[in-house]
């Protein structure tokens, strides 16, 4: 694993390979959009969400802002994940594969110390907010990790609701995954609130939970991916990365702790 992770960071092309992570992530957004326009009834929200964040993501690699190789990696990351629980739980399936093998190649596109100098390396930035290496590696985590959480938060907040469900709880999920939003803009931006955010979007999806869960309809949005297993099956799946989003904007929070813990104990 050394030897690899060295040879990745000795790897050049950067131009090529950002490229072709931007190339993937184009992918999924024609793909998000199109399913967009005439979706799964009550789908069509979640994934019109889901082509902005991957259309936030490209824009962000093919301009090379600071914070577009993390983003990126953050979805990448996420598709993986999902594809490999996917795989495990439902058995081989190519269209499961291909879609978590095209967000490898985000992944593995964007990684590389020469990689990393085009984007978080950058002089301005750092100069800009004064931040040192240990400062840019705990905003990296950060960014990335709380990326990682907004598919499956999306899905989570936007999907159709069973009837019966009140409007109280879907204004609830649907608040929790705006934090997240809000929480990795601010970030970005070197804003306090911004971990606040996504600390509130962490103890929301935790409280509320497979509480607020209906996947309505999850039998039909799955039957137009390959004929994949019906709804109980997708349920589970779902659930596991609404659960995988928690775990995600928690360890999101986490490099912040003992800095604000430390600021807090400060003598005044």
């Not at 072709?20 to 184009?26: T, W």
């Not at 994934?47 to 990448?76: D, H, K, M």
Request: charged share 10%; proline share 5%; with cysteine.
């Amino acid at each position: 694993m050394k030897q690899l992770l060295a040879r990745l960071n000795d790897i050049g092309f950067e131009k090529s390979r950002r490229a072709l992570a931007a190339l993937s992530l184009s992918l999924f957004i024609s793909l998000y959009l199109m399913v967009s326009l005439n979706p799964p009834p009550g789908w069509g929200p979640a994934f019109l969400a889901l082509t902005t964040c991957y259309l936030v993501a490209f824009l962000a690699v093919a301009a090379e802002w600071f914070w577009g190789r993390w983003f990126a990696a953050g979805l990448g990351w996420s598709g993986v994940m999902v594809s490999v629980f996917a795989l495990i739980m439902m058995g081989w399936s190519p269209p499961l594969a291909i879609y978590g093998g095209l967000h490898g190649i985000v992944v593995l596109a964007l990684l590389g110390k020469k990689m990393a100098a085009r984007y978080d390396m950058q002089e301005a930035w750092r100069t800009r907010y004064g931040m040192d290496e240990f400062g840019v590696a705990r905003l990296r985590k950060t960014v990335t990790r709380a990326s990682a959480s907004l598919p499956s938060l999306i899905l989570w907040a936007l999907g159709p609701k069973q009837p019966g469900q009140g409007m109280a709880l879907a204004a609830a999920t649907i608040g929790t995954m705006l934090l997240a939003a809000a929480g990795v803009r601010g970030v970005i931006r070197m804003r306090s609130w911004g971990v606040l955010a996504l600390a509130s979007s962490f103890v929301g999806i935790s409280l509320l939970g497979c509480e607020s869960l209906s996947f309505y309809g999850a039998d039909r949005l799955w039957s137009q991916f390959g004929g994949l297993p019906g709804a109980a099956t997708a349920s589970t799946l779902l659930g596991i990365g609404t659960t995988l989003s928690a775990v995600l904007l928690g360890l999101a929070v986490l490099p912040f702790v003992g800095p604000a813990l430390r600021f807090i104990r400060r003598p005044r």
